[in-house]
């Protein structure tokens, strides 16, 4: 198997213990735990001056640990502060170091901006994962998907409030396009090799109707690309090597767009080209609210209702084995509504919802 394949295979027994440690009926309810105002990606595109997508990238398959330590509350924050148009957050552990926890903390203190939740969909159950997080728009790789799974997936996120990135990289994946997709992205990367080649993306982008919003995806390192790629239809740009290689994303992100300069079109509306009069909204959980984690003092046993409890234990070093399940128990979660949401790659998301006396 090449690198994608064996990415989504391991994915496909991820989802697989997740759906039973909580089965989709009990995951449904907690769409609506708290109120989050979705914003549009389509349209901070749209609106953006500089189309940069700044994302939270710990590591990668093709060159190992960029960012080990990175701090996704103050890089995320920064990045926001620094005018990116939108924010990806990776949520695949075993491959790319992200976690849950980590979109949990950037849902928390982003709100001006779309979050993109970045990993391998491979099964419905995951679209609703993504509500539950509080993400504004999904990631569907055409390369890991059916064309009917595209069109499904599409319209329960959409039926949740949430955009979808339809990210294709060749000739044959252009039949993934349908009406119903907010955004394309073409990654300059093949997944499959992780050779990088910016002029196929170009000469693939001709190929796709002016109507779609069009992103790059990957191997971006200088503004001379970035232009050359706006000259081509281009309106967004993923970058997330380029920054977090560096102690200062947030700095190099606020550099990189000093040097693009403007891009003629509508004026940016709001921070980043996103604002609350032109998002579409939905209910979202997560948006607001006090959150829960290892270095909170608030706790399972004085949390708020619908709050979030994480707990992090140690990261699965290997890829899942289906005939084994890690069946840890979470101490301290002591009400009885408590449920427990297992990522599969070592964090696990204690939805506890707690009886204030």
Known sequence: MNILETICENKRLET??????MPLSYLKDFLDVTGHQTLSFKQALKNSSSGIIAEFKRRSPSIGWIHADADVKSIVTGYEQAGATAI?????????GGTFHDFHRARKRVKTIPILRKDFMVDEYQVYQSKVL?????????ACLTKDEVK???????????????EIHTE????????????????????KTFVTNIQRTIDLASRIPDPYVKISESGLSNPETVIRLREAGFKGFLMGENFMKTSDPAGALREFIGELG????????GRGGAAYDSARTSPLPLGEGPGVGPNSPINSRNAPAGSLVFIKFSPIKKPLNPASRNRMTVSGLDSPLSEILTYGSGIRLAKSIVRCM
């Open 16 to 21: 697989a213990r997740q759906k039973e440690e």
């Open 88 to 96: 990806s957050v990776l949520t695949d552990e075993m491959f790319f």
């Open 262 to 269: 403007p891009t003629p079109g509508p004026s940016p509306k």
């Open 172 to 191: 044959d994946e252009l039949d993934y396009l349908q009406p119903d997709i907010d955004v394309v992205g073409i990654n300059n990367r093949d997944l």
């Open 134 to 142: 509080g993400a504004d728009v999904i990631l569907l790789i055409a």
């Open 152 to 166: 499904r997936f599409t319209k329960i996120a959409h039926e949740l409030g949430m955009e979808v990135l339809l």
